[in-house]
């Protein structure tokens, strides 16, 4: 399993950026994707999370109505549109997949290599 994370940039407070992670392999109908980020001297913080199938969704409290996740499953891929960007959004973003629906970083088994956001104010 190989999870490719991209579409971290540099934007301006406010703006928009939508993140992909691409997957190998098949994915089934019970794995879960994830999204995480990590600042600079902070720990992995957990973003938000999909079941592959149906689409179920959770999103952590600090990214909850700005933040979208989604999947095109016949493309294996996996998205999160994030609007309304703030500085503290900065941070380099992880993908990750498992088939535990959870929050915790270390309960995922796959992760993609992170891609970074950059934020200015």
């Known amino acids: 399993v190989q999870l490719q994370a991209s579409g971290g940039g540099l934007v301006q407070a406010g703006g928009s950026l939508r993140l992909s992670c691409a997957a190998s392999g098949r994915i089934f109908s019970s794995a879960v994707m994830a999204w995480f980020r990590q600042a600079p001297g902070k720990e992995r913080e957990f973003i938000a999370l999909?079941?592959?199938?149906?689409?179920?969704?959770y999103y952590s409290d600090s990214v909850e109505g700005r933040f979208t996740i989604s999947r095109e499953t016949a493309k294996n891929t996996m998205y999160l549109q994030m609007n309304n960007l703030k500085p503290e959004d900065t941070a380099v973003y992880y993908c990750a997949r498992d088939i535990q629906w959870s929050f915790q970083a270390a309960e995922y088994k796959y992760w993609g290599q992170g891609t970074l956001v950059t934020v200015s104010s």
């Open positions: 999909i079941r592959w199938g149906g689409g179920r969704t």
